[in-house]
């Protein structure tokens, strides 16, 4: 059953230093499971001579009507003024951002026989942020060792994708450990209702017809041949042309864990192939915000969809004089970030450039090695 729609009259309010500031006439706040941190850029009214009291590094939560969507740091804070208009415009990123460009630093830089929550709380502790488990973190990790000078952001995902769990932030600003999609929102998205506009974003740009997997291991019941050579392969059917895409596995595996890292690119970059972009009116669903990472009915006849779940992977809420308030939802099939745990040298790249590569473990832009 379609959920009845409502436009609720939300607001965006800036909290900085205890003082609230709102009635904005273009704002933008964006959120994607594709990035750790969220944005946002706001423009504030200023009085020449009598700026508001807010500067850089500032903390500063963003709330949509009563509920708080992001909690971060002011990292610009700049007047403009054009004819009768004069303002500051801030804009930042939540607190996990710190994250993305620093570098993870750790005593000795090796954990041994430690869960994964261990490691990245240990990792991201320094920069004062908090770990929230979600999820089933699995078996501790035998041994887990810092790269040189590399950044926190890529060492708390590289830990993360050892059991299979998506990294992202909620809106107190803390490092999440959870799945995809593992809630269903309570509204819906209606074409003809509730819909602005739509595109799709989808290609099979990124898509293989045959995924070949190689690994070592160090299994002493199998003979020095086989150890060396463990392979395994999945086929995407879909995909009629021959396109095949090897990956080396990183360290001593399994044929069970080569099995299931095919199995699993298969899934998320055919996930990632499909998507759409919509833009719904209103930045709340009676009452409450948009939300990232749950799962949403989609009736569209035009998408070919008839209450089809999808998720929520990208929200950006934003008001101007030309639009309104409105949101730029993004969805794709929930098997776009399926997680599993792997293991693997393949070289990632940014999606998007947000400076995130945590949950695209078998991202678009992977270039797989030789067997």
């Not at 706040?29 to 700026?51: H, M, Q, W, Y």
């Not at 509730?194 to 017809?209: C, K, L, P």
Request: with cysteine.
């Amino acid at each position: 059953m379609v959920a009845q729609y409502t436009r609720d009259n939300a607001k965006i309010m800036v909290i900085v230093n205890g003082v609230a500031y709102e009635g904005w006439l273009q704002s933008e706040v964006d959120r994607n499971l594709e990035a750790l941190c969220g944005t946002f850029s706001i423009p504030i009214s200023l009085v020449p001579g009598k700026p508001p009291a807010i500067k850089r590094q500032d903390l500063v939560q963003i709330k949509i009507g009563d509920t708080i969507v992001l909690t971060g740091y002011v990292l610009a804070a700049e007047p403009f003024y054009r004819r009768g208009d004069c303002g500051m415009r801030i804009t930042g990123r939540s607190r996990a951002g710190d994250l993305v460009r620093c570098s993870a630093i750790y005593k000795g830089g090796q954990w041994r026989s430690a869960k994964i929550d261990r490691i990245i709380k240990d990792i991201v502790q320094p920069f004062g942020l908090e770990v929230k488990v979600d999820a089933d973190i699995g078996a501790v990790v035998q041994d887990f060792k810092l790269g040189h000078g590399e950044s926190a952001l890529d060492a708390v995902a590289r830990a993360a994708r050892l059991r299979g769990v998506l990294v992202t932030s909620d809106d107190a600003g803390r490092v999440l450990l959870t799945k995809a999609g593992t809630k269903r929102f309570k509204g819906s998205i209606v074409r003809g209702h509730n819909v602005i506009a739509m595109e799709g974003i989808g290609s099979d740009e990124e898509r293989h017809s045959e995924y070949i997997a190689y690994g070592q291991s160090t299994d002493l019941t199998m003979d020095f041949d086989q150890a060396r050579g463990l392979k395994a392969s999945a086929k995407d059917d879909e995909i009629t042309r021959y396109l095949p895409l090897v990956i080396n596995a990183d360290g001593n595996t399994t044929q069970a864990e080569l099995t299931t890292l095919v199995k699993h690119t298969v899934r998320v970059r055919r996930g990632h192939s499909m998507g759409f972009r919509y833009q719904v009116e209103g930045w709340t669903f009676e009452g409450e915000p948009w939300p990232l990472n749950q799962r949403v009915p989609i009736y569209d006849d035009v998408a070919g969809l008839d209450g089809a779940e999808w998720l929520i992977c990208g929200v950006k809420q934003t008001c101007d004089l030309k639009e309104g308030d409105v949101t730029d939802l993004t969805v794709r099939p929930v098997e776009a970030y399926d997680t599993a745990p792997l293991k693997t040298k393949v070289k990632r790249h940014n999606w998007g450039n947000k400076g995130n590569t945590t949950n695209h473990p078998r991202g678009p832009n992977d270039k797989a090695g030789g067997g």
